[in-house]
């Protein structure tokens, strides 16, 4: 069987198990297995795909040992992992993938250990990280991540002592902090983010005059508060 006709046979079995299958100038660039019956071992039908550049594995049973199959795809540069069963072993794993800017990794099973792996991926402009078991700790290693523009932080542990290395993140255009702890504590950090876009501070520990103040240093920047825009 040739190297086409193998690659043909990978990307049937992939629609069978529920899977799009996308092709750019004759070879397959995106693949989407969102919500599909993929396990671990048949994610090895991907690796065979050296020019893929999107994959997307939402809300599937996909864990570490799955992760191991896709560090040769020299080529990918957008990873959805939301809702997938991978932890901090598996991040070791992207850690290979030298080209990955895009990288939604909510409600998953990576802790603030698995963080160190991330800081590796100095091409990632955005991560999102809502609903993981993330905390203070994690924010040192996302610190080392220099092209950075979206941050994902909704429902996480993080606090005030967190937003401490947001001074070395100053290329952030969007940032979710909802449902986190954070308090007024932050609002001189936050203000120094002066490229700044969007900011979502619903359900945190800010007060209105905090949120106020953060607005008046940040004329540019869209801030959600209590699920709507800061009040005037």
Avoid at 102 to 113: F, K, N, Q, S, W
Avoid at 182 to 210: F, W
């Amino acid at each position: 069987m040739t190297a086409w006709a193998a690659q043909a046979d990978d990307a049937d079995k992939l629609r069978a198990l529920g899977g799009g299958v996308f092709t750019k100038g004759g070879a397959v660039a995106e693949i989407s297995l969102n919500r599909s019956r993929i396990t671990d071992d048949q994610l090895k039908l991907v690796a065979n795909f050296a020019n893929l550049t999107d994959l997307s594995l939402e809300q599937t049973k996909i864990g570490d040992a799955g992760l191991a199959h896709l560090t040769g795809l020299a080529k990918l540069e957008w990873l959805n992992l939301y809702r997938t069963q991978v932890g901090d072993v598996g991040l070791a794993h992207l850690a290979k993938l030298p080209r990955l800017q895009h990288l939604p990794i909510g409600e998953t099973r990576v802790t603030d250990a698995g963080m160190a792996h991330i800081a590796k991926l100095k091409r990632l402009v955005y991560l999102g990280l809502r609903g993981n078991k993330i905390g203070d700790a994690a924010m040192a290693h996302l610190a080392k991540l220099p092209k950075l523009t979206g941050l994902h932080l909704g429902e996480t542990r993080l606090t005030d002592k967190g937003t401490r290395q947001f001074a070395a993140l100053g290329q952030l255009q969007k940032l979710w902090l909802h449902d986190t702890r954070i308090t007024d504590a932050s609002v001189p950090r936050l203000a120094k983010l002066k490229q700044l876009k969007s900011l979502y501070l619903h359900r945190t520990r800010l007060t209105v005059e905090g949120v106020r103040r953060l607005q008046k240093a940040l004329p540019k920047c869209r801030i959600f508060y209590r699920s709507a825009t800061v009040p005037e």
